[in-house]
């Protein structure tokens, strides 16, 4: 599954490169920056990263500082920059994938037990 949120984090970091670009056109102002410091980042993405770093980096290590170096899998839902439900709707009733009744949404694991293909056959 990581390979899939690696796939998925491809498609948003525009949206991240973006934030950055539009933070430094606004925070240009020295006391602006120190607010900035003590703040935490937003989008998970930290508060000192520019946007020239930004374009430097690959995509892992872009991952890596939106997620941070530990497990994803380890947080919850509502501390990550994003999450992404798999909701079952072929089958009325039970969920395929958790097998509950009335589930709204499965979170896609962070793991690579389980191929993003396996979940949709």
């Known amino acids: 599954m990581i390979q899939a949120h690696l796939d998925i984090f491809k498609l948003l970091e525009p949206i991240f490169r973006l934030y950055l670009e539009t933070r430094e056109k606004v925070n240009s102002d020295a006391r602006d920056w120190k607010a900035l410091k003590k703040r935490n980042g937003i989008f998970g993405i930290p508060p000192m990263m520019t946007s020239e770093k930004w ?5 892992i290590e872009k991952y890596t500082a939106v997620f941070g170096p530990q497990d994803p899998s380890r947080r919850k839902i509502e501390d990550l920059p994003y999450f992404v439900r ?3 709707r072929e089958r009325e009733g039970k ?3 958790c097998c509950r009744e009335e589930c709204t949404g499965c979170p896609l694991r ?3 037990k389980t191929l993003l293909r396996d979940l949709l056959e």
Not at 55 to 59: A, E, G, L
């Open 95 to 97: 969920c395929v994938y």
């Open 86 to 88: 798999l909701v079952s």
């Open 55 to 59: 374009k430097t980096m690959t995509i």
């Open 110 to 112: 962070f793991d690579d």
